[in-house]
């Protein structure tokens, strides 16, 4: 079992950054390939971006590479989203995911473990 713990939402101006947290519960963080994934009001929750168990290889949504970083510290069982550029339009609810794999998923439906997700609001 993974309990995962998201912070750092908030409110912030359109063109503005934040930066997402997401603490992990097991030590063998390491182990597991980390996915940050948001949903909008009556949205699906779709992918953002993940991350490969030592952080070798991310991915990111198309429409978000340049603008969101992820990255991983396994030292501190802890995965990260940097958003800058913030636009209206990233306004949702963020969550991060766990899935103990070599690959790097980007669907919802492969990943086992969810936190209970974190809001971010752009205003304009």
């Known amino acids: 079992q993974v309990q995962l713990v998201e912070s750092g939402g908030g409110l912030v101006q359109a063109g503005g950054s934040l930066r997402l947290s997401c603490a992990a519960s097991?030590?063998?963080?390491?182990?597991?390939?980390m996915g940050w994934f948001r949903q909008a009001p009556g949205k699906e929750r779709e992918f953002v971006a993940a991350?490969?168990?030592?952080?070798?290889?991310?991915k990111y949504a198309d429409s978000l590479k340049g603008r969101f970083t992820i990255s991983r510290d396994n030292a501190k069982n802890s995965v990260y989203l940097q958003m800058n550029s913030l636009k209206p339009e990233d306004t949702a609810v963020y969550y991060c995911?766990?899935?103990?794999?070599?690959?790097?998923?980007?669907?919802?439906?492969?990943?086992?473990?969810w936190g209970q997700g974190t809001q971010v609001t752009v205003s304009s």
């Open positions: 995911a766990a899935k103990e794999t070599i690959v790097v998923p980007t669907t919802t439906n492969f990943y086992d473990y």
């Open positions: 991350i490969s168990r030592i952080g070798t290889t991310t």
């Open positions: 097991r030590r063998t963080f390491g182990a597991y390939a």
